[in-house]
């Protein structure tokens, strides 16, 4: 069974930073990318940043410059800075293949201004 469990998230004043961290353990195989998506209330869920197999990366326009996405193995990070209160949401880690594609139970990011 595979698991993704998050870390990182928190209550931050705005201009602040955080580090989001997920580990993917179970069987896993072939993963072609990992990625951060978050959904705040009331709005749909949505990319923040996902990485490759391979290395290459795409940001959402609204934390282009101010977040780093990276992957070690089975773990990706998701660096945040300068944190503004719009990016307050729940962040879900998600894993995928040719053929599965897993999510987190998600991490709360609250940014107070």
């Known amino acids: 069974q595979v698991q993704l469990v998050e870390s990182g998230g928190g209550l931050v004043q705005a201009g602040g930073s955080l580090r989001l961290s997920c580990a993917v353990s179970g069987s896993i195989f072939n993963i072609n990318g990992m990625g951060w998506y978050r959904q705040a209330p009331g709005k749909q869920r949505e990319l923040v940043a996902d990485?490759?197999?391979?290395?290459s990366t795409r940001y959402a326009d609204s934390v282009k410059g101010r977040s780093t996405i990276s992957r070690e193995k089975n773990e990706v990070y998701l660096q945040m800075n300068s944190l503004k209160p719009e990016d307050t949401a729940v962040y879900y880690c998600n894993v995928w293949g040719w053929n599965y594609n897993y999510w987190g139970h998600g991490t709360q990011v609250t940014v107070s201004s």
């Open positions: 990485i490759r197999t391979g290395g």
